[in-house]
């Protein structure tokens, strides 16, 4: 069995801004990927991206540069 560790969490309001989210991440070769919303979180679209914690501000940042909006940001345990 994988051990859970602490991973940072990015809902959307919508599937297309989530998908937009993907498409950046990968062009600018940013870790992360789109996961299901996790049971503990509910709110969004359905999908999230998962990344490491540590990332959170850069990715706040470019995300608002880019005008990806997001609906919240998570800590949670994955």
């Known amino acids: 069995m994988r051990k859970k560790t602490m991973k940072l969490v990015i809902t ?3 599937t297309t801004q989530a998908i937009a989210m993907e498409e950046f ?3 600018e070769e940013l870790p992360g ?3 299901p ?3 503990v979180v509910s709110a969004g679209c359905g ?3 998962c990344t ?3 990332k959170e501000k ?3 940042t470019k995300m608002k540069n880019k005008k990806i909006e997001f609906d ?4 949670v345990m994955l």
């Open 58 to 60: 850069v990715l706040e």
């Open 72 to 75: 919240q940001i998570y800590h």
């Open 33 to 35: 990927r789109l996961i």
């Open 37 to 39: 919303l996790p049971g």
């Open 12 to 14: 959307f309001h919508t």
């Open 52 to 54: 490491l914690p540590e």
């Open 25 to 27: 991440c990968q062009k």
């Open 47 to 49: 999908l999230c991206w």
